[in-house]
């Protein structure tokens, strides 16, 4: 059972800059899929970055590459959001999610590729 626990979220103005945690812990498998989703009231949940920590191979979406960074420290079990030049669109609650192993690269930004999910942090971004 992995278990992953969001942190980092606010409130900031447009152009902005935050940084959400996940804590990862509980696994016993040596390479994970990690990824964030984000999900707007009366919106699909969409994803936003994934990382493959077996050979920190990154992924994003279009609407926020060269603005968010993905990263995970092995060390401190903890995979990063870094958000910058933030803007309005981007509010909504964000959640980390991971699956063990690898995964085909076209899949890692849908939610059905994760088996485990955290609670969320709520990013607001106003204008």
């Known amino acids: 059972q992995v278990h992953l626990v969001e942190s980092g979220g606010g409130s900031v103005q447009a152009g902005g800059s935050l940084r959400l945690s996940c804590d990862v812990s509980g696994y016993a498998y040596s390479s994970y899929i990690l990824g964030w989703f984000r999900q707007a009231p009366g919106k699909k949940r969409e994803g936003v970055a994934a990382?493959?920590?077996?050979?920190?191979?990154?992924y994003y979406a279009d609407s926020v590459k060269g603005r968010f960074t993905i990263s995970y420290e092995k060390a401190k079990n903890t995979l990063y959001l870094e958000l910058n030049a933030l803007k309005p669109e981007d509010t909504a609650m964000y959640y980390c999610?991971?699956?063990?192993?690898?995964?085909?690269?076209?899949?890692?930004?849908?939610?059905?590729?994760?088996?485990?999910w955290g609670q969320g942090t709520q990013v607001t971004v106003s204008s």
């Open positions: 999610a991971a699956h063990p192993g690898a995964a085909n690269p076209e899949l890692v930004l849908f939610e059905d590729a994760y088996m485990y």
């Open positions: 990382i493959y920590t077996g050979g920190e191979i990154t």
